[in-house]
């Protein structure tokens, strides 16, 4: 037979009343300070859509605009946005720089300028604490080279990009793994304008690319100094035409080929909008790096 269950209620002298506090759960994400970009050639066309980029893209605000051009006039009606952003075009960087950093914030300088002023601007960023992204064409090696010897001593990020198309980057990886397979190759460009920096950067990093891997392109003709055959770019018979039609896009296709088979890559720009996407990957990357890094290829 079991036990019996004995309970007993026992008064107390005196009554306590214990209140249960409301708990309320909710999913809060610790509260993230925006990135402050500063666009350093903001009156430029790529300027001018990156200052709409930034605006729209989360995580990340325009905090100032320098140019020596429609200095003083709002950036935001200067793009055409619907509303001012309340940030007038500045020609001096060191004063942004410095009203800026007084925020603590994270702050990233990108810069359009020109290859003569690129150095001197990622210094005056890295004095006061902001990484750097350079989108410069015509940047000498040179300067990359000094650049990032200058970074790593300041332990302090830079992204240098010669492109900032996702499509030319997956373009020169196609290139790359094509490479191996053809022994003839040869890269055709157009411009819709004429430009100073022919073959352009990008016709030049594919050569480069494709260069030095143990192969040699063109044989046929490779010491021929014809010049409707092309520029030759390296030590390898990779071969360059650049074309200046007007109404065409700002096309790169390499052609690859071997008795039988053409392999062709083609990618072809028809707004700068296309580079926005990458310039706001390099933004967001370059706030965790603390050395330089060239090209975007390395984040994708």
Known sequence: MAPALSCKLRHTPYRCIKRVPYISCSMQQPSQTNIKVIINGGAKEIGRAAVVAVTKARGMEVAGAIDSYLVGEDIGKVCDMEEALEIPIMNDLTMVLGSISQSKASAV????????????????????????????????????????????KASMGCIVAPTLSIGSILLQQAAISASFHYNNVEIVESRPAPALDFPSQDAIQIANNITNLGQMYNREDISTDIPARGQVIGEDGVRVHSMVLPGLPSSTTVYFSRPGEVYTLKHDITDVQSLMPGLLLAIRKVVRLKSLVYGLEKFL
């Open 109 to 152: 300088v990108v810069d359009f300028t020109d290859p003569s002023t690129v150095y001197d601007n990622v210094k005056q960023a890295t004095a006061f604490g902001m990484k750097s992204v350079v989108y410069v064409p015509r940047l000498k090696m040179e300067t990359v080279s000094a650049l990032s010897a200058f970074c790593e």
